[in-house]
């Protein structure tokens, strides 16, 4: 039941914060909410990490990243039920949640909404949201249970 709970919620405030993001916010705007460090910058990106595969003709970019998804998705969710450390199972759940978020983006309109805009003087970091954020952590989590926990968990499948 948590695990629902952690994925309709990342689902949800990444799914709101896009649809208020598109609503409120002239695409391009920029809205300074810490000088010098973060702004609310709506932009949409319709490639994938960092823009990889932008420059592809739109129905073969759309054909891989759906492909793509699926794939991942189901790898997601079978290991959401391989796993059985508390940790890896609230990760691949971030994961799945922060996948379907962008994938939801891009089925609707072909390209991911991006806003959270952090930089220190030129130094900017690309644009991002809260499903991007949500896939970094529940990756960072893994690793962590992994290195971790990792020799305890082969040992308890073998």
Aim: neutral net charge; aromatic residues 12%.
């Amino acid at each position: 039941m948590r695990y629902i709970l952690i994925f309709i919620s990342v689902l949800a405030m990444d799914l709101s914060t896009k649809y208020l993001v598109q609503e409120r916010m002239m695409l391009y705007q920029s809205i300074p909410v810490i000088p010098g460090c973060f702004n609310l910058t709506y932009i949409t990106n319709p490639g994938a990490v960092f823009g990889l595969f932008a420059g592809l003709e739109t129905s073969l970019r759309e054909t891989i990243f759906l492909t793509t998804s699926i794939i991942a998705i189901a790898i997601i969710i079978t290991c959401l039920y391989k796993y059985r450390s508390v940790l890896s199972r609230a990760a691949f759940t971030l994961i799945l949640a922060g996948a379907l978020g962008n994938l939801v983006d891009r089925l609707r309109q072909g390209a991911v909404i991006d806003f959270i805009d952090l930089y220190v003087g030129q130094y900017h970091w690309p644009a991002f949201n809260i499903a991007d954020s949500a896939i970094t952590i529940g990756v960072t989590l893994l690793i962590w249970d992994q290195l971790r926990y990792g020799e305890q968990l082969t040992k308890q499948q073998s």
